[in-house]
């Protein structure tokens, strides 16, 4: 029989309490994504020593275990200023905040971190928030705002802990945002809420076009017009990620014969705030919230955790994706990032397949088949969008270039860059 550090074997002794129980268990938590109820552990105590206890005290001992390890949820509340200072001393340029009620209970708490705060300019302009609910004894919301670096890879900007999911709550997180990142020029908000646009939150992002997710805006259609719901998915990805007027509205023709309520119902939303070719700022291909639901997923068994434990492991994320990242892009021995690298791949196989006939120094007709594009490289611009709107040479950009014998990397973002990589985790 195995045998326990604690002489805790015999059954329902004196010395065999909750809190020594709870001593012996202890190592099973340090793992925060471990999960076990008080009948795992009554049944492997069992099992493993031969000891019986009944629920109650199973549970106890869970309790004490996980309240040594995690702290407790009542007195976490207590260190948060602490906590926040010692952010600001570990990782000086950090940008932290607490805002308390009159009684001197919480309202919301904010952590930018330096290594975010530097990195961000070498991403994308696209910014995308969401919120989640937190699970400990309190409750209360995980309010969170993301990015993508070069390689797509998901990129934490800031998180706030706030009592709920509010319009308040979330003007004020958008106000530190701003204070602690500004405004880039040509930048964009991306939400899943459909409230995204009410009043009070428009204040506090006037500067910022703010835009919707597809998969939250395909969910609200296929639960306010549910006849053909299973048929909406292609037409309506296919509008949402139109870069030309004339597909955009050959999609939307698809939903008319769905449904003819579909197309008022979108242009009420704003074509502006769904669609990319109609989009103020470029979307890139950034086109749904997922690396917001990605990151809330990431975090889901720390959104269990007492808050202040919460907000250690949100730092530590942030470093541990920081440094994995780092090491992917030092290891990268491309002028591209892996995802730039399959995108001018995938354009230049298209161009193999392309004539490229030349009108002027810089500007050229681009045929294939019935098709007709002019090409500018001088603006790097195309009429099909894609070069403009993506920052990436299309298949008729790089088949002008082919033609040239020019570098195609020179018509590359830096946003898709290796450079530009390292400068975000620098």
């Not at 059954?11 to 129980?21: C, G, M």
């Not at 204070?179 to 646009?197: D, N």
């Amino acid at each position: 029989m195995h045998t326990c550090p604690i002489n805790i074997r015999h059954e329902d002794q004196r010395q065999a309490t909750s809190k020594l129980i709870g001593e012996c268990i202890k190592p099973k938590f340090l793992n925060i994504k471990t999960k076990a109820t008080a009948i795992d552990i009554k049944g492997e105590l069992k099992y493993r020593f031969g000891i019986k206890m009944n629920y109650m005290k199973a549970w106890r001992s869970k309790e004490h275990a996980v309240n040594d390890l995690r702290g407790n949820a009542s007195d976490s509340y207590s260190l948060i200023p602490s906590f926040l200072h010692m952010v600001e001393k570990t990782n000086p340029g950090s940008f932290v905040d607490l805002k308390t009620a009159e009684d001197n209970s919480l309202l919301f708490v904010f952590m930018a971190l330096d290594a975010s705060i530097k990195g961000w300019g070498a991403c994308r302009p696209i910014v995308v928030v969401d919120g989640t609910f937190l699970k400990e004894a309190y409750g209360g919301t995980l309010l969170c705002a993301c990015t993508q670096d070069a390689a797509g890879h998901i990129f934490p900007l800031a998180f706030c802990v706030a009592d709920s999911e509010n319009d308040q709550s979330w003007k004020w997180f958008f106000k530190k945002f701003k204070e602690a990142y500004g405004v880039r020029e040509h930048q964009c908000l991306i939400s899943h809420e459909m409230k995204a646009s009410s009043k009070q939150r428009e204040k506090s992002i006037r500067k910022l076009h703010t835009i919707l997710c597809g998969y939250h805006i395909l969910s609200n259609l296929k639960t306010s017009f549910k006849q053909h719901a299973a048929k909406y998915n292609l037409p309506f990805f296919g509008a949402v990620k139109a870069y030309t007027e004339k597909q955009f509205e050959f999609h939307m023709a698809e939903l008319d014969g769905l449904d003819k309520r579909i197309r008022p119902y979108l242009k009420k939303i704003g074509y502006e705030k769904w669609s990319r070719i109609h989009s103020q700022n470029k979307r890139y291909s950034t086109m749904t919230s997922n690396i917001s639901e990605s990151l809330n997923a990431a975090n889901l068994a720390a959104r269990e955790l007492p808050i202040t434990t919460l907000l250690e492991c949100l730092r530590a994320l942030v470093q541990q994706w920081t440094h994995t990242n780092r090491t992917k892009a030092h290891n990268t021995f491309t002028k591209l990032s892996p995802t730039g690298e399959d995108i001018l791949l995938k354009n230049y196989t298209y161009s193999l397949n392309l004539e490229v006939k030349a009108t002027t120094d810089y500007l050229f007709e681009v045929t294939r088949m019935k098709e007709s594009w002019e090409v500018d490289l001088e603006k790097r611009t195309c009429t099909c969008n894609r070069f403009q709107i993506d920052e990436m040479p299309c298949g008729h950009a790089v088949a002008v270039i082919r033609e040239m014998n020019m570098d195609p990397y020179t018509y590359c973002s830096d946003y898709y860059t290796k450079k530009n990589w390292l400068a975000t985790y620098s």
